[in-house]
């Protein structure tokens, strides 16, 4: 799967805030309620997750994604809209 340059950084903020609180996946994905092979594929860029479970892991590591006037739920649409469009268009 190809995704944009930010959404890349996205997942590398994610797994830095990961390795920092020395978390196991599978302790991150009993927090989450996801399955570890979901979160799994999830960090490393092989799928995405839906967006309540991407905002509750992102309430877990207490990542602020911060924009003017942006709220958390239109940036995830915004990366799953970009991302969408490129997949049908490769």
Do not use: P, W
């Amino acid at each position: 799967m190809k995704y944009t340059e930010n959404y890349m950084q996205f997942l590398a903020a994610i797994n830095a805030e990961i390795e920092r609180r020395k978390l196991k996946q599978v302790e991150l994905a009993q927090m989450i309620g996801i399955r570890n092979s979901e979160i799994c594929s999830f960090i490393s860029g092989g799928r995405t997750i839906s967006s309540d479970k991407l905002i509750r892991l992102l309430e877990v590591l207490e990542i602020k994604l911060m924009k003017k006037e942006e709220t958390i739920e239109d940036v995830i649409v915004r990366i799953k809209y970009t991302d969408l469009v490129q997949r049908k268009t490769h």
